[in-house]
């Protein structure tokens, strides 16, 4: 039977990789194989087992910690049109303006920044690809080098917190786990903070090292250009530009931290503040809003309809003893801890080059972490390194989500392979910290 769960997985993961809807592919296939087995191998599977599905179902939709996760959505796009990136970027070039590199430093800065305060990686890859590549480009930047640090960090949304790659994370871990770690939102999120400022960091790292090595890469503005730029009221405009996203981000990420509020609480602060934001931008109106909720409803469903298919699926893979299988598999191959992470981080990241992040959450999670728990590892320090991990399933081609987000505003003369050959640098350097993390796992709790 073990070996009939194991073709069960295989089968859904070639279905999705040639593009069937995930949801409907985790949910209709596991069912659809289920009642074959039925009538096929006689007590493999009982009708009764199926009635174990609409309280899981229930207990999935009642789980109050995934009410974040709309919530986050909300103040994510709400945010976006809020005005907040152009504001910031615009005030950021001109500080880090006369240092080589200075514009692309900005960059990441502000995209650290919006990810503590959205998490949502499709508008901020939009939103400075918009903004900040035509100019990077006018000043002379080098189109492989601009377009990989947009890339790169529009995608920290998915690791510096609030993240709903981690809030998932931890749904999906604490559903599977036996309590050998304990993995919640808050922790998570505590844990993601020094990875997250860590990659961007690395990333100031490499543009101040290659625009040394290579300084017409990238140019500094010269210094009438960011006098004139600067002008009157400059100091108000870094003022207003950084103390209301820092309030927003303190109010959600403080809370959360200081265990004043739980992640949803947060959340819904989050959202207000957000929506708050815009009205004193002057762009909130009944439009803006009807736009940001229909949005936010969509991302919604799609999330949860993916988690209502994957619940079926790991059902069924549990009843076939799925997971048993591959416990005594991995147990009888005298593979280490180390060598079974290993593999799900190859396996993981191969992945990513073909289906997206929720997807592989939806369908490795479940089956992997009866085994990290056989071995007795700490959930959370394997939840960073996933994290992490997924966060390259958006720059890796040909399926990258953020090449596709920043090639639909880039220019013409933007090519692909130029996306491509940019974003090469930063796959290497997250990798590097993959591997740091997983020789030096104390890093995590230094904020716990």
């Not at 100019?135 to 890339?151: F, N, Q």
């Not at 931290?257 to 959202?271: C, D, F, M, R, Y």
């Not at 003369?413 to 993959?434: A, D, M």
């Amino acid at each position: 039977m073990g070996g009939l769960a194991i073709i069960l997985f295989v089968l859904i993961f070639i279905l999705i990789l040639k593009g069937y809807p995930v949801a409907l592919t985790l949910g209709g296939v596991s069912t659809l194989f289920a009642l074959i087995l039925m009538i096929a191998v006689p007590g493999s599977i009982r009708i009764g087992d199926f009635y174990l599905l609409p309280p899981r179902f229930m207990g999935t939709l009642n789980n109050t910690m995934l009410m974040a996760v709309p919530l986050f959505i909300f103040m994510g796009i709400m945010l976006e049109k809020s005005g907040l990136a152009e504001s910031l970027l615009d005030t950021m070039s001109n500080l880090f303006g006369e240092i080589k590199g200075g514009l692309a430093i900005s960059v990441i800065i502000v995209g650290a920044l919006l990810a503590a305060s959205t998490g949502i990686v499709g508008a901020t890859v939009v939103t400075m690809g918009v903004i900040s590549l035509p100019l990077m480009l006018k000043r002379g930047y080098k189109p492989e080098l601009a377009t990989g640090v947009i890339a790169s960090s529009g995608t920290l949304g998915q690791i510096i917190p609030p993240s709903v790659v981690l809030i998932l994370l931890a749904d999906q871990i604490g559903a599977n786990s036996t309590g050998v770690s304990q993995v919640d939102v808050g922790t998570i999120f505590k844990a993601a903070i020094l990875p997250g400022l860590f990659l961007v960091l690395a990333y100031i790292l490499y543009v101040l090292v290659i625009s040394r090595m290579h300084p017409d890469w990238a140019p500094s503005m010269s210094r009438e250009e960011i006098q004139k730029s600067r002008g009157n009221g400059f100091g108000k405009k870094v003022f207003k530009a950084f103390v209301l996203p820092m309030l927003l981000i303190v109010a959600v990420l403080g809370s959360i931290l200081k265990g004043i509020a739980s992640p949803t609480e947060a959340a819904a602060v989050g959202a207000f503040g957000a929506s708050l934001l815009t009205i004193l931008e002057g762009k909130f109106n009944l439009k803006i809003l009807n736009d940001v909720m229909r949005q936010t409803m969509r991302l919604t469903a799609m999330v949860f309809l993916i988690l209502l298919g994957a619940t079926t699926f790991t059902l069924v893979f549990r009843t076939l003893g799925g997971d048993d299988f591959l416990v005594q598999l991995v147990e009888s191959s005298n593979l280490s801890a180390l060598g079974f992470l290993c593999i799900v981080m190859i396996v993981m990241f191969i992945s990513g080059f073909f289906i997206d992040f929720i997807e592989i959450i939806f369908i490795f999670i479940p089956v992997v972490t009866p085994i990290f728990n056989v071995y007795e590892v700490d959930m959370l320090w394997v939840a960073i390194l996933m994290a992490i991990n997924l966060q390259t399933s958006f720059l890796t081609p040909p399926f990258g989500f953020s090449l596709f987000y920043l090639k639909g505003v880039a220019p013409p003369e933007i090519t692909s392979s130029q996306l491509y050959k940019g974003i090469i640098p930063f796959i290497i350097i997250q990798i590097v910290c993959i591997a740091l993390l997983i020789l030096f796992p104390s890093l995590i709790y230094l904020l716990k």
